[in-house]
């Protein structure tokens, strides 16, 4: 099948691009935000405890230590955070032994980024081990290095994974735009001085100067991230 790759003239120094785009994983590129959920809900269950509706939104897109600690708070579930982790990882492991889908425009933004050779990093609050694993369904090509929640001090919403990531790939972090789909992400990439496309999932984001909010990524692509910038004098991506 042939994919569709839009054309976009790169070589012109009058439309202004980012130096590299950053990507959030879980609910931005995968539709994972569900499965976390459901393993969050199976876990508890285990333990005793049922978790309620209203915890969702407090829980969705933080790192699990954050998540984790809230919610043995909430039920007060007789487990340690570091146990409760563990357990955590290893049932939603299990839950992608049956498969993800990209959310939809996911595979086409990335596969665009990629022909016109947009430097891109996947920044995730999740942990390695499940990175790794998401990579084998989203594609590691796409990605010039990802960043996980468990290899640095600070995770979501600090801006130091969006900060990693701007460093590892010689870019300007001002000069970077981050794809996220929840606020705890969004707060994150703004503190490191990204500009924000938020695609919201489970939980609304509002906008606000430095940020646009769109239904989905299909609403996304080159020419629309390019169109953040008003600088004419900005850098440009190379042709493609």
Same mark, same amino acid.
């Given at each position: 099948?042939?994919?569709? %790759?839009?054309?976009?003239?790169?070589?012109?120094?009058?439309?202004?691009?980012?130096?590299?785009?950053?990507?959030?994983?879980?609910?931005?590129?995968?539709?994972?935000?569900?499965?976390?959920?459901?393993?969050?809900?199976?876990?508890?269950?285990?333990?005793? *405890?049922?978790?309620?509706?209203?915890?969702?939104?407090?829980?969705?897109?933080?790192?699990?230590?954050?998540?984790?600690?809230?919610?043995?708070?909430?039920?007060?579930?007789?487990?340690?955070?570091?146990?409760?982790?563990?357990?955590?990882?290893?049932?939603?492991?299990?839950?992608?032994?049956?498969?993800?889908?990209?959310?939809?425009?996911?595979?086409?933004?990335?596969?665009?980024?990629?022909? *016109?050779?947009?430097?891109?990093?996947?920044?995730?609050?999740? *942990?390695?081990?499940?990175?790794?694993?998401?990579?084998?369904? %989203?594609?590691?090509? *796409?990605?010039?290095?990802?960043?996980?929640?468990?290899?640095?001090?600070?995770?979501?919403?600090? /801006?130091?994974?969006?900060?990693? @990531? @701007?460093?590892?790939?010689?870019?300007?972090?001002?000069?970077?735009?981050?794809?996220?789909?929840?606020?705890?992400?969004?707060?994150?990439?703004?503190?490191?001085?990204?500009?924000? %496309?938020?695609?919201?999932?489970? @939980?609304?984001?509002? /906008?606000?100067?430095?940020?646009?909010?769109?239904?989905?990524?299909?609403?996304?692509?080159?020419?629309?991230?390019?169109?953040?910038? @008003?600088?004419?004098?900005?850098?440009?991506?190379?042709?493609?």
């Amino acid at each position: 099948m042939t994919s569709f %790759i839009p054309a976009v003239d790169t070589r012109t120094t009058a439309v202004p691009a980012p130096q590299a785009v950053l990507l959030d994983m879980d609910g931005t590129l995968v539709d994972t935000e569900g499965f976390w959920w459901d393993t969050e809900v199976e876990v508890f269950r285990a333990l005793g *405890h049922t978790l309620a509706e209203e915890h969702r939104e407090v829980v969705v897109g933080g790192p699990m230590t954050r998540s984790g600690a809230y919610l043995i708070e909430v039920t007060g579930a007789d487990i340690e955070l570091a146990e409760l982790t563990v357990l955590l990882n290893a049932t939603f492991l299990k839950r992608l032994d049956s498969g993800v889908s990209l959310m939809p425009g996911a595979q086409r933004l990335l596969t665009e980024l990629a022909a *016109h050779e947009v430097p891109t990093a996947l920044v995730s609050a999740s *942990h390695r081990s499940i990175i790794d694993r998401m990579l084998v369904s %989203i594609g590691a090509e *796409h990605f010039s290095l990802t960043v996980a929640g468990d290899e640095l001090g600070r995770t979501k919403p600090y /801006p130091d994974p969006y900060l990693a @990531a @701007a460093a590892g790939l010689g870019a300007d972090p001002a000069r970077c735009v981050a794809v996220e789909d929840t606020l705890t992400g969004v707060t994150a990439a703004e503190a490191a001085g990204c500009r924000v %496309i938020a695609v919201p999932s489970v @939980a609304p984001v509002p /906008p606000s100067p430095d940020r646009t909010v769109v239904g989905s990524l299909a609403e996304v692509d080159l020419p629309y991230i390019r169109s953040l910038w @008003a600088d004419p004098l900005g850098p440009v991506l190379p042709t493609g």
